[in-house]
């Protein structure tokens, strides 16, 4: 454990990766608190540096000492730090004073996105300028729990943003993941695969419970919050869809509308 002098660097090194264009630079983002540092390390992610505090250096919990012992086994370069950067650093979150740099994984290819078993559908989901990193967070959480074979964040959707990597509770770690500055060279691209294109619509579409598809490859498209997926996209998706709702309501959280449609796509007979 190095000296608490030599920590002010470190904490730069974390404050860097916080930021979009910091994580661009340098190739890496952040991971707070006990558990991500857990799942990444059950992912097999491996660490370069992590910043702990030095009440939770000193915590004589197993849990804690575990995994203190098994980053710095896999190389991690731990860094002490005072109590009062830490609570900076969390906001006061109590997930846990430590706070790691993990590299931004490369991309895998996009048929392999649609890997799945024999016999059972491939369902990923897109996200499409989700402005709320939380709320991308949670849709890779959800697509995870849903089955789906994976995750494709357009435009401002950043599934790296610290919000977004709390959020989805490790499944980032989990799910592969593309990610595409525009949307119409992914549908170029998918076109070329075959896969069929489903998004949501508040009305003119057909209602869930009706959906009929006879396909193995599937992309589900979910909008902004405010403004749901463009008129333009619409136009070149394969199928549209509508989620039954109560009267006097137009639309549901884009999280629970994704864990909708994907239950629904994924368990239809």
């Not at 005072?82 to 846990?96: I, K």
């Not at 740099?101 to 996009?110: C, F, I, Q, S, W």
């Not at 849709?139 to 943003?161: C, E, M, N, Y």
């Not at 403004?227 to 549901?252: E, K, N």
């Amino acid at each position: 454990m190095n000296q608490l002098a030599n920590w002010r660097g470190a904490v730069e090194q974390i404050r860097r990766a916080s930021s979009a264009r910091g994580r661009a630079r340098t190739g890496t983002y952040t991971i707070e608190g006990t558990r991500l540092h857990e799942r990444a390390l059950r992912a097999g992610l491996r660490a370069p540096l992590a910043l702990v505090g030095a009440g939770y250096r000193r915590d004589p919990a197993p849990r804690v000492q575990t995994l203190l012992a098994a980053l710095a086994a896999q190389g991690c370069r731990l860094v002490e730090v005072p109590d009062a950067v830490m609570a900076e650093l969390t906001g006061g979150r109590g997930l846990g004073d430590i706070a790691g740099l993990l590299p931004l994984p490369a991309p895998p290819p996009l048929p392999a996105l649609f890997a799945a078993p024999d016999g059972q559908t491939a369902v990923v989901l897109a996200a499409l300028n989700v402005v709320d990193p939380g709320n991308v967070g949670a849709l890779l959480r959800t697509a995870h729990a849903a089955g789906a074979s994976g995750f494709i964040a357009v435009g401002v959707s950043d599934p790296f943003h610290p919000r977004a990597v709390r959020t989805s509770r490790g499944s980032l770690f989990k799910l592969p993941l593309r990610r595409y500055a525009a949307v119409e060279p992914l549908l170029d691209e998918l076109a070329g695969l075959g896969v069929v294109t489903v998004g949501t619509a508040v009305s003119g579409a057909a209602p869930l419970p009706q959906l009929r598809l006879d396909a193995s490859r599937l992309v589900v498209f979910m909008g902004s919050e405010a403004a749901g997926l463009p008129p333009a996209l619409h136009a070149r998706l394969d199928q549209r869809v509508t989620i039954p709702m109560a009267p006097g309501v137009d639309s549901f959280a884009v999280n629970a509308a994704a864990a909708i449609v994907l239950y629904a796509l994924l368990r239809r007979g």
